[in-house]
C-alpha cells in the first residue's frame, strides 16, 4: 500500500522556469512532510520540510505549499536551475511517540535544460 | 555526508552468499536506519535502532537481519543473498526520533548486485 504518491516521475525543465512537483497523502495521522533532494551516486539529503498547520514554507527558490484538506503537498522551485537537476523526494512521518518511519514518495528526476 | 560512512560502496556477490553492509556514524546519533532505493519505489525502510541492541521491523525487512553492539555501527545483514535483493542501500542516522529538527542525515550508499 503506497501511502505517499508523487508525480510526476520525470519533469523537464528549461533554465528560468517553474519545477512543480506533487505528493499525495492517505494517512490523516502523518503531521510532518520533509522534501529531499538527491543528486547521482549521493545519498538523499533534507531540501525543505513543513507541518500541516501552515499552508506554505518558503526557503530562497524552494517552496512547498500544503493542503491539509485535500491531503496533499507540492514543492515549487523558481527560477530554476541545471544545478537544481536532481531526483527529488516527498516523504510524510508521524511524529508520535514510538514512530520513526519515514514514507517516501517514489521520487521526480528533475532536469533542468539551459 | 553528516560524518556516516558505509563499507564496502560496492560490492557483486552470487546468490546464496551471505553479506555484511556496514554503517559508521561518527555523530553520536542514537538512531539509526537502513533504507533500499530501487527505481521506481523510491526509499524504504528495512530495519532501524533507537538504540545498542534495540532494533525494530520496517517495512521490507523479510531477508535481511541487523546488530548494533555499538553506538557508532550498525550492520545489515543479508543471510542468503537473492537477485531481488540487487539494490542501492542507504543507512541514515537522526539525533531523535525524525521531525522538526530531527531530520535524517543519510550514507553516501552501498550498491549491491546480486548474480
Known amino acids: 500500500q503506497q501511502q505517499v504518491k508523487q508525480s510526476p516521475q520525470s519533469l523537464i525543465v528549461q533554465k528560468g522556469g517553474i519545477s512543480i512537483i506533487n505528493c499525495a497523502y492517505e494517512?490523516?495521522?502523518?503531521?510532518?512532510f520533509p522534501w529531499y533532494q538527491q543528486f547521482p551516486g549521493k545519498g538523499p539529503a533534507l531540501l525543505i520540510a513543513i507541518r500541516p498547520d501552515v499552508s506554505e514554507k518558503k526557503e530562497g527558490r524552494f517552496t512547498i505549499s500544503f493542503n491539509k484538506s485535500a491531503k496533499q503537498f507540492s514543492l515549487h522551485i523558481m527560477d530554476s536551475q541545471p544545478g537544481d537537476s536532481a531526483t527529488y523526494f516527498c516523504a510524510a512521518l508521524f511524529t508520535g511517540a514510538g514512530s520513526y518511519q519515514l514514507t517516501f514518495g517514489k521520487g521526480t528526476k528533475l532536469s533542468v535544460i539551459p | 555526508d553528516a560524518g556516516i560512512t558505509q563499507s564496502p560502496r560496492h560490492k557483486v556477490t552470487e546468490t546464496g552468499t551471505p553479506v555484511t553492509l556496514r554503517c559508521h556514524q561518527t555523530e553520536n546519533h542514537r538512531y539509526m536506519y537502513w533504507y533500499r532505493q530501487d527505481p521506481g519505489h523510491g526509499l524504504r525502510l528495512i530495519h532501524y535502532s533507537y538504540g545498542v541492541k534495540d532494533t525494530d521491523k520496517g517495512e521490507v525487512s523479510d531477508g535481511y537481519s541487523v546488530s548494533r553492539s555499538k553506538t557508532e555501527d550498525f550492520l545489515l545483514t543479508l543471510e542468503s543473498a537473492t537477485s531481488s535483493q540487487t539494490s542501492v542501500y542507504f543507512c541514515?542516522?537522526?539525533?531523535?526520533?525524525?521531525?522538526?529538527?530531527?531530520?535524517?542525515?543519510f550514507g553516501p550508499g552501498t550498491r549491491l548486485t546480486v548474480l
Open positions: 494517512n490523516t495521522a502523518f503531521d510532518y
Open positions: 541514515a542516522i537522526s539525533d531523535r526520533a525524525g521531525g522538526p529538527g530531527n531530520e535524517q542525515f
